[in-house]
Each structure stands twice: as C-alpha cells, then as structure tokens.
T-cell receptor, first 114, second 110 residues
Framework: KAGVTQTPRYLIKTRGQQVTLSCSPISGHRSVSWYQQTPGQGLQFLFEYFSETQRNKGNFPGRFSGRQFSNSRSEMNVSTLELGDSAHYLC?????????????FGQGTRLTVV | GIQVEQSPPDLILQEGANSTLRCNFSDSVNNLQWFHQNPWGQLINLFYIPSGTKQNGRLSATTVATERYSLLYISSSQTTDSGVYFCAVIRGSTLGRLYFGRGTQLTVWP
C-alpha cells in the first residue's frame, strides 16, 4: 500500500510569487491535514479537509489556503510569498481524522522563499 | 489549545545506552502518537497509544492518560536511532488536528 505522497519535494520561489503544494493520501483515507514546520515555531497546524470540506483551520493568514478533491488528494496554496514562509510543509492522512484514527505523514515539501 | 511539553529537549547517548523520553500534556486527550523524524524530514510512526503500554522491538511506550503524560523508552540505542522524536496528541473536539510538542533531539554516538 503506497504511503502519503507529497510533491514537489523541494521548491525555491521568489518573494511575492505564489506556490501550490500537492498531497496524495493513503488509499482509502479521506482526511488530509497540513502542517508547517520551522525551527522557531515547531510543527504548526494549517488546516484539515475531509470529503472536500475544510473542517478545521489553524491560525494562519488568509494567504494560506487549501482544497481537497473528490479523490481525497489535497492541494495547499500560498499566495504573495514572504521570506518567513520558508519552511518544511508536511501533510498527513487518516481514514476519518477523528481521535481514534492514526495519522500518517508524507516526506514533506521544503519551500525556500528568496 | 492544548499544550504539549517534551523533555529533555536534547539527549546525547553512547551506543548501547537506554533512554526515556517524556511527553506531558495540559488537558485530557483522546489519543497520542509518537513519531521519529528521519534525516529526510519525514515523520515515521512509532506508536499510536491512547493508554497503556506497547512494545515494538527495542522501543516501548506507555501512556497514562489520567495523569496526562506518556513515556517513550529506547533500549540498547543505535546510531540509527538519532533524530528528533515528537509526541502529538489529538482531542475529539478538534477533528483532524494533532497538537505537537517541540520534540527531543536524540544523538547516539558510536
């Protein structure tokens, strides 16, 4: 069974540009959540999608958005990139996203904003 | 939100030594997971343990939910155990969201 797949693995963007990251969950998993990891802030929750609906959102500006498709694949978009958006972005999938379901992570996308 | 604290923040061991990593959380939780972040940045699942004790080879974990803590034991450490260990908790009221600690950076020397 394939794991969680994130693309691309590495990305370099210029300040002011926008970026789209992709996450394909484990087959059968309907919940996808996104996290930002930085040395200063650790792992911070961005948002979670289940059956194409955003159920939960962290404390990030509106420049960060996401969506989920009918096949459960999810994309995350960051518009008007800032230097501080440089981070490791991780997505996780689980069957239901509830407390009694285990989350599995992809390898992440390392975004550098210059 | 819930606060998750891990200790120690850094741990340096010689190969063969045993270690205990701790995770405290500030409120009741419905589940807890332990992860190891590998050199490529992926979070590898170690344990999914809302309560009780589980063992997997040289690793074992215990969660005492009523006292709001979990412990990860690593026995006979190997250099490949090096990396950052995270615990994360989930509450039933916040769907799809894991609350992470800051991690324990483990370095095992040969």
């Amino acid at each position: 069974k394939a794991g969680v797949t994130q693309t691309p693995r590495y990305l370099i963007k210029t300040r002011g540009q926008q970026v789209t990251l992709s996450c394909s969950p484990i087959s059968g998993h309907r919940s996808v959540s996104w996290y930002q990891q930085t040395p200063g802030q650790g792992l911070q929750f961005l948002f979670e999608y289940f059956s194409e609906t955003q159920r939960n959102k962290g404390n990030f500006p509106g420049r960060f958005s996401g969506r989920q498709f009918s096949n459960s694949r999810s994309e995350m978009n960051v518009s008007t990139l800032e230097l501080g958006d440089s981070a490791h972005y991780l997505c996780a999938s689980s069957t239901q996203g509830t407390a009694n379901t285990e989350a599995f992570f992809g390898q992440g996308t390392r975004l550098t904003v210059v | 939100g819930i606060q998750v604290e891990q200790s120690p923040p850094d741990l340096i061991l010689q190969e063969g030594a045993n270690s205990t990593l701790r995770c405290n959380f500030s409120d009741s939780v419905n589940n807890l997971q332990w992860f190891h972040q590998n050199p490529w940045g992926q979070l590898i699942n170690l344990f999914y343990i809302p309560s009780g004790t589980k063992q997997n080879g040289r690793l074992s974990a215990t969660t005492v939910a009523t006292e709001r803590y979990s412990l990860l034991y690593i026995s006979s450490s190997q250099t490949t155990d090096s990396g950052v260990y995270f615990c994360a908790v989930i509450r039933g009221s916040t769907l799809g969201r894991l609350y992470f600690g800051r991690g324990t950076q483990l370095t095992v020397w040969p």
